[in-house]
């Protein structure tokens, strides 16, 4: 099994509640994502600093290697395997503002 694999693996395992809590609710924003966007921007939040933890110490490790040129692609090949398990995970910290709704102003012709 190549090292990111191993990373994201090991990621899943030690934080098993975290991410069981982050599926959950990503189930439900992929069927509403209105309704559940501020429940799914909360969780998100602590999953993606866990994410990021250890996105740091799989680079850490290789740019202790000497391998720091490929740092960078290792990371991308990380967070590609990431979303292999939740595809929304680009979507944590979306914003949604209420807009009012839409009203066509008529026109009076003077006739």
């Given at each position: ?25 990503h189930?439900?924003?992929s ?32 740019e ?18 990431v ?23 008529r ?5």
């Open positions: 099994m190549t090292k990111y694999k191993e990373y994201v693996e090991r990621m899943l395992q030690t934080e098993e509640a975290l991410f069981q809590e982050f599926k959950e609710i189930a439900k924003y069927s509403d994502q209105d309704k559940f966007q501020e429940e799914f921007n909360l969780v998100g939040e602590k999953v993606l600093r866990v994410v990021r933890e250890w996105e740091n110490k799989l680079c850490r490790q290789s202790k290697a000497g391998f720091g040129n490929y740092t960078a692609g290792l990371a991308e090949k990380f967070q590609a395997e979303k292999k398990f939740f595809p929304l995970i680009d979507h944590v910290g979306i914003i949604i503002e209420e807009k009012p709704p839409f009203n066509l102003k026109i009076k012709l003077g006739y």
